[in-house]
């Protein structure tokens, strides 16, 4: 099972970008489907995006669709997820996840995932 450590939030204007890394340390990594929440103030936790083990596909949540992209760096177990055209809404806590099975279908199932990283936080002010 990994271990999940997220960095890159910060403050930024709307319209602005920013890169949220998430280090996994552990040898399952290249057999983990990784994911990025987000939890906004007062707000239930949301599925943002999704990356499979292989990184054969990907899944954006709606919202985010044409501005947030994902990438990794196998040789060094990173996940980045890269965000652009930042709006408001976007005002959030963000959690990477990591899971070793599931249906992509249930990629926004939070039950799914058994590992959570501590989360960074992401504000854009307008």
């Known amino acids: 099972q990994v271990q999940l450590v997220e960095s890159g939030g910060g403050s930024v204007q709307a319209g602005g970008s920013l890169r949220l890394s998430c280090a996994a340390s552990?040898?399952?990594?290249?057999?983990?489907?990784m994911a990025w929440f987000r939890q906004p103030p007062g707000k239930e936790r949301e599925g943002v995006a999704f990356?499979?083990?292989?990184?054969?596909?990907?899944y954006y949540d709606d919202s985010v669709k044409g501005r947030f992209t994902l990438s990794q760096d196998n040789d060094k177990s990173t996940l980045y997820l890269h965000m652009n055209s930042l709006k408001v809404e976007d005002t959030a806590m963000y959690y990477c996840?990591?899971?070793?099975?599931?249906?992509?279908?249930?990629?926004?199932?939070?039950?799914?995932?058994?590992?959570w990283g501590q989360g960074t936080q992401v504000t854009v002010s307008s």
């Open positions: 552990g040898s399952t990594y290249s057999s983990t489907s």
């Open positions: 996840a990591g899971r070793i099975s599931g249906s992509f279908r249930s990629w926004k199932d939070q039950r799914s995932y058994s590992t």
């Open positions: 990356i499979s083990a292989n990184g054969g596909y990907t």
